[in-house]
């Protein structure tokens, strides 16, 4: 199966919001409510910060928050910092043989 | 804490093999499920194979054709990942996370670079 479908880049300026989308297809998002999302630093190992579509793990800001319609989900981080500059990753449940990842999504803080 | 440490990788030919491990603690090992993940230089994530708890399913991405296995002990808590007949585009870095439910790994290991390279 291909992977998620991702923007390569997203940007704001701080305080603003931004919204980064995640296309799958019937499959696998549309499919599952089993959508998470990671935030990776340069170098560093990926940081889960959004599960099954919409929950929060202890410890992540309430800034970030997630959601899906369809065969798309989203991850919206608001009020945005300079520490949330990193690269994020979609990731859903596409059958008990597969897990799929979009390509990874660029958030630069202007 | 949970903590995964990755280790194993380095420079390896191509067609040879390699070992990878992950040294789990911090959590009941023999109570998840576990995954390897790989993430070649400068692309993105790509989800390798899975193992249950136990040990009974293993899992893995189509691409790989049969070359590599998940295999896991539970007295010694290590998570393993075999693979064989190396190509160039295995080089990546190897990271083992651990399965909170479906679709989502919760805890990831720093991570182990192979690299395939004659």
């Known amino acids: 199966q291909s992977a998620l479908t991702q923007p390569p880049s997203a940007s704001g300026s701080p305080g603003q919001s931004v919204t980064i989308s995640c296309t799958g297809t019937s499959s696998d998002v549309g499919a599952y409510n089993s959508v998470s999302w990671y935030q990776q630093h340069p170098g560093k190992a990926p940081k889960l910060m959004i599960y099954e579509v919409n929950k929060r793990p202890s410890g992540v800001p309430d800034r970030f928050s997630g959601s899906k319609s369809g065969n798309t989900a989203s991850l919206t981080v608001s009020g945005l910092q300079g520490e949330d500059e990193a690269d994020y990753y979609c990731c859903s449940y596409a059958g008990i043989t597969n897990v799929l990842f979009g390509g990874g999504t660029k958030l630069t803080v202007l | 804490q949970v903590q995964l440490v990755e280790s194993g990788g380095g420079v390896v030919q191509p067609g040879r093999s390699l070992r990878l491990s992950c040294a789990a603690s911090?959590?009941?090992?023999?109570?998840?499920?576990m995954h390897w993940v790989r993430q070649a230089p400068g692309k993105g994530l790509e989800w390798v194979a899975v193992i249950w708890s136990d040990g009974s399913k293993r899992y893995y991405t189509d691409s790989l054709k049969g070359r590599f296995t998940i295999s896991r002990d539970n007295s010694m808590n290590t998570l393993s990942l075999h693979m064989n007949s190396l190509i160039a585009e295995d080089t990546a870095v190897y990271y083992c996370?651990?399965?909170?439910?479906?679709?989502?790994?919760?805890?990831w290991g720093q991570g182990t670079l192979v690299t395939v390279s004659s």
């Open positions: 911090g959590f009941t090992f023999s109570g998840y499920g």
């Open positions: 996370a651990r399965h909170f439910s479906s679709g989502t790994l919760d805890s």
